[in-house]
């Protein structure tokens, strides 16, 4: 068993076809093909199905092509660790970043890495938390930009930036005319919520003192993916939605006004860089997180403000 081997086996998981599997791994089909069969044989199992098209990967294969993730992972970061101990930043960084959070901060951390000479080539996806965090333990991506705290013992967490709550709240509504919401006497069948795979509607849903689980007394009849939905629903049909302080920063000048802040409460979303506990790049990390920084207000940096975050359900 060698890692070429394995990467070719992840090679033709993602593609789901020998051909452009061995397109990407710059070797002809015939020697793809006959490397994973040798390893195949080796192993005394099939990896792929190769009755169907495209290709899948069989029930102990997936299980093969997960641990072969695990394993390249591994075996890169040795090269990692001399090149973190040379000082040399160049290379590449796999962001994941949740939606809730990309929408804001990716143009402005895209141009900064564009402008920088630090060498590092940032590639970045929005994720939702959970297959975030199963990304990074399985090695397919570097890090994420991810609310915190996660509390895994397999992650490793840098906190970056503290964003405060807001209330965005229709004209219509009466509690338009007042200069702060109060939730506990919030009507919650006037709120609308994310969707259940984004980590901010858990802690919309701690901030109202809401039961997740307890579905029969959720009265919402649409739950967005968007923040920016959930705001227009508002502004077309009533009632009021949560929104986090770079959303709320983010709106036009004449949605500036449904804004409210939330009576008596501090509590703060954390955002950080997540990587695997294992991971050796620090100094990589490092130039990552300064450069996420500078695109968020100093004002939400201080590390004081942790003692109010609210904890994460993902």
């Given at each position: 068993?060698?890692?070429?081997?394995?990467?070719?086996?992840?090679?033709?998981?993602?593609?789901?076809?020998f051909a452009k599997a061995a397109e990407s791994c710059c070797v002809t089909q015939p020697t793809l093909s006959m490397m994973i069969q040798k390893l195949e044989d080796e192993l005394d199992v099939k990896i792929f199905d190769r009755m169907v098209q495209p290709v899948v990967p069989?029930?102990?294969?997936?299980?093969?092509?997960?641990?072969?993730?695990?394993?390249?992972?591994?075996?890169?970061?040795?090269?990692?660790?001399?090149?973190?101990?040379?000082?040399?930043?160049?290379?590449?960084?796999?962001?994941?970043?949740?939606?809730?959070?990309?929408?804001?901060?990716?143009?402005?951390?895209?141009?900064?890495?564009?402008?920088?000479?630090?060498?590092?080539?940032?590639?970045?996806?929005?994720?939702?938390?959970?297959?975030?965090?199963?990304?990074?333990?399985?090695?397919?991506?570097d890090g994420g930009l991810a609310a915190t705290p996660l509390k895994s013992p397999l992650l490793l967490e840098i906190p970056i930036y503290y964003e405060k709550f807001y209330a965005y709240v229709s004209s219509e509504d009466k509690s338009f005319d007042e200069e702060e919401i109060?939730?506990?006497?919030?009507?919650?069948?006037?709120?609308?919520?994310?969707?259940?795979?984004?980590?901010?509607?858990?802690?919309?849903?701690?901030?109202?003192?809401?039961?997740?689980?307890?579905?029969?007394?959720?009265?919402?009849?649409?739950?967005?993916?968007?923040?920016?939905?959930?705001?227009?629903?508002?502004?077309?049909?009533?009632?009021?939605?949560?929104?986090?302080?770079?959303?709320?920063?983010?709106?036009?000048?004449?949605?500036?006004?449904?804004?409210?802040?939330?009576?008596?409460?501090?509590?703060?979303?954390?955002?950080?860089?997540?990587?695997?506990?294992?991971?050796?790049?620090?100094?990589?990390?490092?130039?990552?997180?300064?450069?996420?920084?500078?695109?968020?207000?100093?004002?939400?940096?201080?590390?004081?403000?942790?003692?109010?975050?609210?904890?994460?359900?993902?």
């Amino acid at each position: 068993m060698t890692i070429q081997q394995l990467e070719y086996i992840i090679a033709v998981d993602n593609y789901r076809r020998f051909a452009k599997a061995a397109e990407s791994c710059c070797v002809t089909q015939p020697t793809l093909s006959m490397m994973i069969q040798k390893l195949e044989d080796e192993l005394d199992v099939k990896i792929f199905d190769r009755m169907v098209q495209p290709v899948v990967p069989t029930e102990i294969g997936k299980k093969i092509i997960k641990q072969a993730h695990i394993s390249i992972y591994h075996f890169n970061q040795i090269k990692e660790l001399v090149n973190n101990e040379k000082d040399i930043l160049t290379g590449d960084f796999r962001l994941g970043i949740i939606p809730t959070v990309a929408t804001y901060l990716v143009p402005e951390l895209l141009r900064l890495v564009g402008d920088s000479d630090s060498g590092i080539n940032l590639m970045m996806q929005e994720l939702p938390t959970s297959v975030m965090v199963e990304h990074i333990v399985n090695g397919k991506i570097d890090g994420g930009l991810a609310a915190t705290p996660l509390k895994s013992p397999l992650l490793l967490e840098i906190p970056i930036y503290y964003e405060k709550f807001y209330a965005y709240v229709s004209s219509e509504d009466k509690s338009f005319d007042e200069e702060e919401i109060d939730l506990g006497n919030i009507d919650i069948r006037k709120l609308w919520l994310l969707d259940n795979i984004h980590c901010l509607r858990g802690q919309v849903e701690s901030l109202c003192k809401r039961k997740r689980e307890s579905d029969r007394q959720r009265t919402v009849n649409y739950e967005s993916g968007s923040l920016d939905t959930l705001i227009n629903i508002v502004d077309y049909n009533g009632g009021f939605t949560i929104i986090p302080e770079m959303t709320a920063m983010g709106l036009p000048e004449e949605k500036q006004n449904n804004l409210r802040k939330i009576k008596g409460d501090v509590s703060v979303r954390e955002i950080s860089l997540v990587v695997s506990c294992n991971f050796v790049r620090q100094k990589m990390a490092g130039t990552i997180t300064e450069m996420i920084k500078k695109t968020t207000p100093k004002s939400m940096q201080d590390p004081a403000l942790v003692k109010y975050a609210i904890d994460v359900m993902y």
